[in-house]
């Protein structure tokens, strides 16, 4: 029946050929290369409970009396979209738990693609052919940063309301357009007219997926098509992929997965809270909370206006407020851009212009390793930066003490580690027998009771033979015996 | 999942606990609260701004006891005590003992401390009952700490710096169930959240200075504090807020702040998104990265 049904639809579609094509896709199995998969899912997570959440919440800023569950919040005035956001957290089944794995989801989204993106970038797998999805990649990175704070600004609470304020102020620091600017998105001056939250909304709920779904069939579509890098290894050239295929080794493994980040999401969003807004209250532009920061993916933008010397300059009839512009759009634009060029610049200055499938050993790209690493150092200073009130009072130092060290901090420490990481890699270079499995060593009593220890055989895929191109045929087929390296692992040509 | 178990993942295991546990005791809510030198120029801002019923100095001699000093509730939700006169004596006995080196043998400061007269009971009462004074040591702000004194003592002296002079912060008694909660909220959020944050944890303002966490504050207490405003605090008189919304802010403070109904899971300390970001990194992202661990080729 069901054979019947599938050789009626390939009469008429030929679905076999592609799907047996797609069937047998070989992915490699590493496990850093399930890095973005974690991204992936969480973005399942986010697709799905967002649209649990988008059936309860009410995008407008028209003020309603609460009557809700919350008893201390009775009686008072809130706008309808934080009214139905303490409703959907407090008189929604099982809504509290999706509200917060929606939350957790995004976190963890962003992290994982940050995790991700630096397995790319320190093993050199944007090079060439891949330049293209590393630039989508990239694109994919920066919509789910600002669709992440669009989402935290949704529930229009204190503490995110703060958020909006400062990011009308950062539209508004743009030299020559930024008040015509910021009057467009916010439809008036601040706080506008009640638009922002809706606008906020078709934006986070609409706009911004489709595009993050656009993208992101576009980054899996060009992984297929340019195929998966490898690591260097027993078998492993430039010229063919081995791994597991699709059906059935990666499918099991990627579902398994797939469950297990969203129970790891869940679980979060069960055990451990995050923003309660209820005890934040509702948002009015006249009032504040102390100790707020933005959600993590956003603190080093947070972090850089903070130790930003508060340098104005008035010329020209105007006040250019530099203390805004240069941190929370100069900085972010030049990172963001770096990351763009990156695969460019290197090319250029390494003058490698050869394909790449195979990846790098990180500590055998010294230079490229350091500047990541110096880069990765200065947006977690940054980071840290964008808690000084909380580290202050918590260690009891002044908070100027702190916002001092801190701007040493920020351009020391990425200089320090660039010259450290330089260091170990140099070091792991000439260190012998590096990468390679250290051999067992055995010990052996004699009978009369005399021990003595000598290394163990090399065994195979210790990395102690030499690497060398395997022919392998043009179509799939099982590896010979002698050559696999694990159960079940196939090599295809590229 | 028994390969979880042998020897090579013991350690990363351990190392990824290790660090989130200590994370999570760094923004466990009250591991803030426990330290500190702190410090204190607070009394300067002292000052008697009404004279909401100066005690009954003794008509008739009332023994000095803690049921003496109980107020009588008067329909209103703020209600103050009277303390009787045989209260002075060893209250000024006391002040000799504790306070005077500082403050002078008869309140009047020094180059070291503040001129306590006129600053009434509830203000020495809210210094000495959250263990401010004596100081510790003085640096920029006192910490609160374990008081030195007992209740009775506390008021003691509290009687002899009222009869020194009229007028000042009275101790205040608070009947919450004429309290609103909801507009305690509303009142907290503008008027307090800004210094000692929306969840009452408290943060650093400028130079070393803090705003304390409320989370140990009683009832008492904070009236006191709204009235007298000690340290960097501001004084809201009862033009600013009234004996009511006074007694509606504690409400919250005690009801919400300080007892939340806070479903949602382990609260993260209530310092904001920045513990939020930590355990979904560490517990999320690095779980995961476990997992892939675990179930990808590792060579």
């Not at chain 1, 972010?332 to 394909?355: C, H, M, Q, R, S």
């Not at chain 1, 015996?481 to 159960?487: D, E, I, K, V, Y």
């Not at chain 2, 410090?39 to 909401?52: I, K, P, Q, V």
């Not at chain 2, 919304?245 to 993260?268: K, M, N, R, T």
Request: charged share 15%; aromatic share 12%; net charge positive.
């Amino acid at each position: 029946m069901i054979d019947k049904s599938l050789r009626w639809l390939d009469d008429r579609l030929g679905v076999s050929k592609g799907g047996r094509t797609f069937l047998d896709k070989i992915f490699p199995d590493h496990w850093s290369f399930m890095l973005g998969e974690i991204a992936l899912y969480s973005f399942v997570v986010l697709l799905a409970t967002g649209v649990f959440l988008s059936l309860y919440y009410v995008p407008s800023a028209h003020e309603v009396i609460y009557h809700g569950s919350y008893a201390p919040l009775r009686g008072q005035r809130v706008s309808e979209a934080y009214a139905s956001t303490v409703g959907l957290s407090f008189d929604v089944k099982s809504g509290l738990l999706m509200r917060q794995a929606h939350h957790w989801a995004a976190d963890v989204f962003l992290g994982s693609i940050a995790v991700h993106m630096a397995r790319v970038f320190f093993t050199g797998a944007f090079r060439k052919p891949r330049e293209l999805n590393w630039i989508v990649g990239i694109t994919m990175l920066i919509l789910g940063i600002a669709n992440g704070f669009l989402g935290y600004s949704l529930p229009d609470d204190l503490v995110s309301g703060t958020g909006i304020r400062i990011a009308y102020s950062i539209i508004e620091s743009i030299p020559l357009v930024g008040s015509y600017l910021a009057f467009f998105v916010f439809g008036g001056n601040y706080p506008g007219n009640g638009v922002i939250i809706p606008r906020f909304f078709v934006l986070h709920v609409l706009i911004v997926p489709a595009v993050i779904v656009g993208l992101l069939a576009a980054h899996l579509g060009l992984l297929v098509k340019q195929k998966h890098t490898q690591f260097p290894g027993k078998g492993k050239t430039e010229r063919n992929v081995v791994g597991s295929p699709m059906f059935p080794t990666f499918m099991a493994k990627t579902t398994g997965f797939m469950f297990m980040v969203t129970a790891a999401l869940f679980l979060l969003g069960g055990f451990a809270q995050i923003n309660p807004i209820w005890q934040f209250g509702q948002y009015q532009p006249y009032q504040i909370s102390y100790a707020v920061q933005p959600d993590w993916y956003m603190g080093w933008l947070d972090g850089a206006l903070r130790v930003m010397p508060s340098w104005e300059w008035v010329g020209w009839g105007h006040t250019w407020p530099l203390e805004v512009f240069i941190p929370a759009v100069l900085f972010p634009g030049i990172v963001f851009n770096l990351f763009i060029v990156w695969p460019f610049l290197e090319a250029k200055f390494t003058k490698d212009t050869a394909y790449h499938h195979l990846l790098d050993r990180p500590r055998d790209r010294p230079k490229r390793t350091s500047a990541g690493a110096a880069v990765l150092m200065l947006l977690f200073m940054l980071f840290c930066a964008s808690s000084t009130d909380v580290l202050a009072n918590y260690f009891h130092i002044s908070l100027n003490t702190v916002l001092v060290t801190f701007r040493f901090l920020v351009v020391l420490m990425p200089i320090a580690t660039f010259f450290v990481t330089h260091a170990i890699c140099i070091e792991m270079q000439r260190a012998e027998g590096v990468g390679r499995r250290k051999r067992a060593v055995v010990v052996t009593r004699s009978a009369t009771g005399e021990f003595a220890t000598y290394d163990a055989d090399v065994r195979p895929g210790d990395g102690h033979e030499e690497l060398e191109a395997i022919p392998v045929p043009t179509y799939i087929d099982l590896t010979p015996r002698h050559l696999a390296t694990g159960p079940g692992v196939r090599r295809v040509m590229r | 999942m028994r390969r979880l178990f042998r020897g090579r993942y013991v350690v990363p295991s351990v190392l990824a606990g290790a660090v989130g546990l200590v994370g999570l005791l760094m923004f466990a809510p009250g591991a803030a609260r426990a330290a500190g030198t702190g410090a204190s120029t607070g009394a300067a801002g002292m000052r008697s701004y009404a004279t909401a019923g100066t005690p009954a100095s003794g008509a008739t001699p009332t023994p000095c006891t803690l049921a003496t000093a109980t107020p009588t509730t008067s329909g209103s939700p703020i209600s103050y005590t009277s303390l009787p006169a045989s209260c002075i004596p060893p209250g000024e006995q006391l002040f000799a003992a504790n306070c005077s080196s500082c403050h002078g043998t008869d309140a009047a400061g020094s180059a070291l401390a503040p001129n306590l007269r006129g600053v009434g009971a509830g203000t020495v009462d809210f210094w000495v009952s959250t263990g401010r004074m004596p100081l510790a040591d003085s640096s920029i702000q006192a910490t609160r700490k374990p008081p030195r004194f007992d209740r009775l003592q506390t008021l003691e002296i509290a009687a002899y710096v009222q009869s020194l002079a009229p007028g000042g912060v009275q101790i205040p008694s608070v009947d919450l169930q004429q309290a609103s909660v909801s507009n305690g909220g509303r009142l907290f959020t503008l008027n307090c959240a800004a210094c000692h944050t929306i969840t009452g944890a408290g943060d650093a303002l400028y130079k070393g200075a803090y705003a304390p966490s409320l989370h140990q504050a009683t009832v008492q207490q904070i009236v006191e504090a709204i009235r007298s405003g000690p340290g960097n605090m501001p004084r809201f008189g009862p033009g600013n807020i009234t004996n009511q919304e006074a007694a509606d802010i504690a409400a919250y403070v005690h009801g919400v702040i300080q007892h939340p109904s806070d479903p949602g899971g382990f609260g993260l300390g209530g310092v904001g998104p920045v513990a939020e970001g930590f355990v979904g990194l560490l517990f999320g992202v690095g779980l995961l990265m476990l997992v892939s661990f675990w179930i990808g080729e590792r060579s």
